[in-house]
């Protein structure tokens, strides 16, 4: 019989890849978006190609009763939690609405799941930012968390009711840790799209230089097809877990940078500027995931090296020129 999945923060970058990879799979595949996201087809341009494979429901994930309606109608086998707010940086007001929002609607989903279907496996989207400032380097999922944002605090303790309701009420839900992880869909505010669409523009002659941050900061980059596959690939063992889910390899903006410029046949060094204002608070030890349980439990390979990643993003940008 067909499966059934919901999805929240489909038109985001995940949500996407993982609705076109469910559909490969012949779920029949539904998603919870804003009523203004459906009158907007810019924030739809993720999902536009797949519009007539999927089911939109209008609702708000702040909203209960919003949720149990959906909810109730599509009665999914799996439900991936993929939406929030997800700025680290952030204002006074966005703060009360980081941690409500983020944290309620984990919590809505959790009780409704509970108290409709309880068979209902959830995957709820963690991220690095739970490590904070880590402790350890590199993390695994037994590595203290010490959030240094909003954001990361809103995860951490979406975290512990994602924990408590597979302990107490048994159901299969799981959090991922997900490290950062890139592609052409990939938001304009993170460095890798800035650099990218950057690079772009200068060979085309329509900008002159790129003003970044600290070059020497290090991430642990995926690739975003590979972590929408590892999250159907935890909802489909026997056992409910939590997953760091990381490469384990560290690379710097700059090797990123090297990588994206040279590709257009460009020196990076004859293009960039430094801005303060791109600077965040030094980072001791970097975010870089161990990827023991993951590959053991789940047997997953990674398929794109960084160079392999920055290339599809330019081949992508360039796309758009045409
Ligand atoms: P995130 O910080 O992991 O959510 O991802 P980003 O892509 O925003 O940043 C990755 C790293 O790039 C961080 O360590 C930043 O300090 C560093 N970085 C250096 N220059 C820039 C810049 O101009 N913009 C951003 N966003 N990050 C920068």
């Given amino acids: 019989m067909k499966k059934t999945a919901l999805i929240t923060g489909i038109t985001g970058q995940d949500g996407s890849y993982l609705a076109e990879l469910l559909i490969s799979k012949e779920y029949e595949v539904h998603a919870i978006v804003r009523r ?3 009158e907007n087809s810019e924030k739809l341009k993720n999902i536009a190609h797949i519009e007539n494979k999927i089911t939109l429901h209008a609702g ?3 909203d209960h009763l919003s949720i149990y309606k959906i909810f109730a109608k599509v009665l999914p086998d799996e439900c991936y939690h993929l939406a929030g707010s997800t700025f680290v940086d952030y204002s006074f007001d966005e703060e009360f609405q980081t941690i409500s929002s983020n944290f309620s609607s984990t919590h809505y989903l959790l009780s409704i799941i509970k108290e409709l279907k309880p068979a209902c ?8 930012e ?5 402790v350890e380097f590199p993390q695994n999922e037994k590595t203290p968390f010490n959030p240094k944002s909003i954001y990361g605090i809103s995860k951490v303790s979406s975290y512990y009711l994602i924990k408590n309701y597979r302990e107490k009420e048994n159901i299969f839900a799981c959090t991922g840790i997900m490290y950062n ?4 869909r990939r938001g304009n505010q993170f ?3 800035k650099i990218v669409t950057a690079a772009v523009k200068i060979k085309k002659g329509l900008q002159k230089e790129i003003f970044l941050g600290n070059l020497d900061a290090k991430r642990d980059w995926g690739y975003a097809k590979d972590y929408v596959l590892m999250m159907w690939k935890i909802l489909q063992q026997d056992k409910a877990d939590d997953y760091i889910m990381a490469t384990g390899k560290l690379h710097s903006v700059r090797e990123f940078l090297d990588i994206a410029f040279s590709y257009l046949g460009l020196d990076y060094r004859d293009y960039f500027k430094i801005d303060q204002r791109f600077f965040r608070a030094s980072e001791k030890l ?3 995931g161990d990827t023991e349980k993951l590959i053991s439990a789940i047997g997953f390979q990674h398929t ?3 160079h392999e990643i920055v290339e599809e993003m330019i081949e992508a940008e360039l796309k758009g020129y045409e």
């Avoid at 496996?121 to 690095?128: E, H, N």
């Avoid at 992880?181 to 052409?184: I, L």
Wanted: hydrophobic share 35%; net charge neutral; with cysteine.
């Fill in 36 to 38: 203004e996201t459906l």
């Fill in 181 to 184: 992880h890139e592609s052409p």
């Fill in 286 to 288: 970097p975010l870089c």
């Fill in 304 to 306: 794109k090296s960084l």
């Fill in 191 to 193: 460095v890798t799209k």
């Fill in 121 to 128: 496996r959830l995957f709820f989207a963690g991220t690095s």
């Fill in 130 to 134: 739970m490590f904070g400032e880590p």
């Fill in 60 to 62: 708000s994930l702040s």
